[in-house]
């Protein structure tokens, strides 16, 4: 996972929970839509090695894990009725398993981060370029 030292193991575990208790709140047929969105979006932002704001950028980089990841949980856990996220939180603590790799998640930040770059040149364009 890409926490870094910030985070101690027994966090980084809690959160690989969190994680899987998403993924099979995810997969599950009787979760509504906003959470199963908000699950796959908080899941593939945090296996996906690339950040909205880069790790390199001080403070910031870290911050961006240290709050996207337990705000996108905690609003998951907010808007699934508590017996449904309750039942998968411990299927994922009694389990072995591991959220799967999603290659789409890296596409989708890539695809952020063109977007915003895209944005910033047209802007950049209009403002000193256009005559």
């Known amino acids: 996972m890409k926490l870094g030292p910030l985070f101690g193991r027994a966090n980084r575990a809690r959160l690989a929970i969190y994680l899987l208790a998403l993924w099979k709140l ?4 009787d979760t509504p839509r906003a959470p199963k969105l908000i699950a796959i979006l908080v899941i593939a932002y945090a296996l ?3 950040d909205l704001i880069p790790d390199f950028i001080p403070v910031l980089g870290m911050l961006d894990e240290l709050v ?3 705000l996108g949980v905690a609003l998951a856990v907010k808007l699934t009725p508590d ?4 039942a998968r939180l411990r299927e994922a603590e009694a389990s072995g398993e591991r959220v ?3 290659l789409w998640g890296v596409l989708l930040i890539a695809a952020v981060w063109l977007l915003c770059g895209g944005l910033l040149a047209w802007w950049a364009w209009r403002t000193w370029g256009a005559p």
């Open 68 to 70: 996207l990841l337990p």
């Open 100 to 102: 799967p790799k999603m």
């Open 48 to 50: 996906s090695p690339i």
């Open 83 to 86: 017996a449904l996220w309750q």
């Open 26 to 29: 995810f997969k599950h047929p």
